[in-house]
T-cell receptor, first 110, second 116 residues
Framework: QKEVEQDPGPLSVPEGAIVSLNCTYS??????FMWYRQYSRKGPELLMY????GNKEDGRFTAQVDKSSKYISLFIRDSQPSDSATYLC??????????FGTGTRLTVIP | EAGVAQSPRYKIIEKRQSVAFWCNPI?????LYWYQQILGQGPKLLIQ????????DSQLPKDRFSAERLKGVDSTLKIQPAKLEDSAVYLC??????????????FGPGTRLLVL
């Protein structure tokens, strides 16, 4: 079993839609839950992160973590064509040792 | 602020040949990481340096991969000999080097390796 499972998609939505991206994990030692965004032929860039369980909002983006069910979510409201990218969940144990999911490729259609 | 620099951007070699990748991290960043990203997968950590010491190299195939970080700044990753399954993007990342978790890692553009 992989430590982090993520639906690879691809996911295609119309502009303005709400997008839900999800991951599950198996390692109870994970404390920080990062979301990275990767545009085609670029390196990943940090979008946002959550420490432990709970929600965190940053503009149109909301990250949720439920440690009891080992479930990680990222919601994008009012999705824009510029949001088209691959989204990677990447939890870590506190040692800055990222465990990336496979990534979900998102396309927002104008 | 200049980002993480990597070279070359692309490399095509034949199996059993050797290849080396170079990374220059963001100035002042103590921690440097090398990741392997196979097509359709997320990056996998190969090695993590703190200054010029190795923190984690548990997933580095040491029979063919080697990495060094000279004077705690630039780093090179070498593959010798290369196999077909080494075809991937090799990403370098750096971070300031806090002992606290949740630190942002800044990634370079990667080197695309194709082994024929």
């Amino acid at each position: 079993q992989k430590e982090v499972e993520q639906d690879p998609g691809p996911l295609s939505v119309p502009e303005g839609a709400i997008v839900s991206l999800n991951c599950t994990y198996s390692n109870s030692a994970f404390q920080y839950f990062m979301w990275y965004r990767q545009y085609s032929r670029k390196g990943p860039e940090l979008l946002m992160y959550t420490y432990s369980s709970g929600n965190k909002e940053d503009g149109r983006f909301t990250a949720q973590v439920d440690k009891s069910s080992k479930y990680i979510s990222l919601f994008i409201r009012d999705s824009q064509p510029s949001d088209s990218a691959t989204y990677l969940c990447a939890p870590e144990t506190g040692a800055n040792n990222l465990f990336f999911g496979t990534g979900t490729r998102l396309t927002v259609i104008p | 602020e200049a980002g993480v620099a990597q070279s070359p951007r692309y490399k095509i070699i034949e199996k059993r040949q050797s290849v080396a990748f170079w990374c220059n991290p963001i100035s002042g960043h103590a921690t440097l990481y090398w990741y392997q990203q196979i097509l359709g997968q997320g990056p996998k950590l190969l090695i993590q340096f703190q200054n010029n010491g190795v923190v984690d190299d548990s997933q580095l195939p040491k029979d063919r991969f080697s990495a060094e970080r000279l004077k705690g700044v630039d780093s090179t990753l070498k593959i010798q000999p290369a196999k077909l399954e080494d075809s991937a993007v090799y990403l370098c990342a750096s971070s300031p080097g806090s002992t606290r978790g949740g630190e942002t890692q800044y990634f370079g553009p990667g080197t695309r390796l194709l082994v024929l």
